[in-house]
């Protein structure tokens, strides 16, 4: 196969990865089918319409969509395929173990139809457990030897670290990229498929532009087994380095410092780094919880307990207890109080309401006897969809939210937040008290307008 020769690549699962690097994929000129069992998520991306809120995904899927298969069923397309992507959910069990059921089904199917004289190269990119590229080797020997067939096939490890919000910048415009795979054909066979990353030959997507000074990402070649820890220890790292910044937040509170500048200072510090030191309510998502307590399950198999981990989980569930403590602070009673939330998202640019803070805060508001107003730009349906039975009133917008609230609490730092008419706010509220969740607003500026202003940590 010539280096430049375009891939045939199956991509199993439409969620926030494998839609991505689909997309992505097939813009750099791939030939791409996206395989989802959900037929309404089949149809919807055949028709152009994003199945999930991420910014440029809808441009790139009306460019390059056309270009991209899409199909509930990859059967007839497997024996020729050079690469398939694994790219389906690994829901968390109740224990922190991760359910791979979804991972062996599509490992049977590849099984069951690939081609043994051609066969692809298999990629985990779904994360998962330390093993599973052996695991999923496994499944499909198993259903090769059941068709009597058998061949040397390679199931490699790599790992996503996109984070959502930003999914098409970090797919186009990756750090690293990391493969790990036992044979050479095979990391030869990833290396070419990513080739116009790793030396960014495309023209930058008009919604997804190539940012100012960005450098060639480097390719990390290592075995399956480290490229699985790999992704454990970045989010359990990045994750700790929230629940550290957060811990200090504590203290700085405490002693009469400002954990802003605080961050600021250390994170100077070339070592320290400034990414991942903001503090706030503590971190949620589909990743960080999930990916914490499964690397904490499989530590405990090995009877190696991760205390800093532990630490992190515990530091980032007392986190979220704070925007209540400082509501009492503030109120004394919260029982009969109205409390405005503005947003509902674990993070802004998403509509991923998955671990989110805000379920934490507005259970225990309604369970001490609050009136919950609510709105985020974009996750509302998500949330009302997810939690019908929240007795919480949705509004339409923030200024909605804030009148005739005895507090507002900022839980989401979406960029609209900034620009929001707060003194016209402060007049509608019934008391003019506002706890900054996440340190993003202008606090000199409330304080002028007469707020009673509380952050996390200053
Ligand atoms: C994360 C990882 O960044 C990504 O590499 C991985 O592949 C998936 O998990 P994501 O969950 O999409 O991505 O969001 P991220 O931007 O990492 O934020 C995670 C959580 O940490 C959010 O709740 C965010 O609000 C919080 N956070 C992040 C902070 O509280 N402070 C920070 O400084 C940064």
């Known amino acids: 196969m010539k280096a430049d020769e375009k891939l045939n690549i ?16 097939g813009y750099l000129g791939h030939n791409v089918t996206c395989v989802d069992k959900d037929t309404a998520i089949v149809d919807k991306l055949e028709r152009g319409i994003s199945t999930i809120y991420e910014p440029g995904l809808e441009e790139l899927l009306k460019d390059s969509g056309k270009m991209i298969n899409f199909t509930e069923n990859m059967l007839g397309r497997l024996p020729a395929a050079d690469i398939i992507i694994i790219a389906v959910g690994t829901p968390s069990k109740g224990n922190g173990d991760t359910d791979l059921s979804f991972v062996e089904a599509v490992a049977r199917e590849i099984g069951a139809a690939m081609d043994p004289d051609s066969p692809p190269v298999i990629v985990n990119k779904s994360t ?24 040397t096939f390679c199931v490699a490890s790599n790992p996503e670290f996109l984070r959502e919000g930003a999914a098409l910048h ?10 790990g795979a036992e ?9 070419q498929m990513y080739a116009p990353i790793l030396e960014q030959t495309f023209t930058p997507p008009h919604a997804v532009p190539r940012p100012e000074g960005y450098t ?43 954990i802003t500048e605080v961050a600021k200072g250390i994170g100077l510090d070339k070592r320290i780094g400034p990414g991942f ?7 949620g998502g589909s990743c960080f919880p999930k990916d914490v307590r499964s690397i904490l399950f499989t530590s405990s198999q090995y009877n190696c307990e991760l205390q800093l981990v532990q630490a992190a989980l515990e530091v980032n569930r007392l986190q979220r207890k704070k925007v209540i403590e400082k509501l009492q602070q ?29 379920i934490d805060v507005i259970r225990e508001l309604l369970d001490m006897g609050a009136r919950v107003k609510v709105y985020d730009p974009v996750a509302r349906d998500r949330y ?34 900034w620009h929001l008419p707060w003194a016209e706010i402060g007049e509608s509220m019934s008391k003019k008290i506002i706890i900054d969740g996440r340190n993003m607003l202008d606090r000199d500026a409330l304080i002028k307008s007469g707020f009673t202003y509380s952050g996390i940590g200053r």
């Not at 044979?183 to 290396?191: D, E, G, K, P």
């Not at 030191?277 to 971190?283: C, T």
């Open 10 to 25: 199956i991509i199993v699962g439409t969620g926030y990865v494998g839609l991505t690097t689909g997309l992505a994929l």
């Open 216 to 258: 060639l990402p480097a390719l990390v070649t290592t075995s399956p087994t480290s490229a699985e820890l790999i992704k454990y220890t970045a989010n359990a790292f990045l994750a700790m380095k929230i629940s550290f910044i957060n811990e200090f937040a504590t203290i700085a509170e405490k002693v009469g410092a400002d």
């Open 330 to 358: 503030n109120l004394k009673v919260i029982r009969g109080s109205t409390i405005g939330l503005l947003g509902l998202a674990f993070k802004p640019n998403t509509d991923d309401i998955r671990e989110s803070p805000a």
């Open 183 to 191: 044979s050479v054909q095979a990391l030869n066979l990833l290396r």
């Open 170 to 179: 970090d797919t186009f415009y990756p750090d690293r990229i990391v493969v």
């Open 277 to 283: 030191l903001k503090a706030g309510v503590g971190w």
């Open 384 to 417: 009302r969809q997810a939690y019908p039975e929240q007795d919480i009133v949705y509004c339409e917008s923030a200024s909605e939210a804030a009148r005739e609230s005895d507090a507002l609490v900022l839980l989401t730092d979406w960029d609209e937040f």
């Open 128 to 151: 998962v457990p330390i093993g599973t590229a052996r695991r999923v080797e496994t499944v499909i020997k198993e259903e090769l030897e059941r068709r009597g067939a058998a061949c």
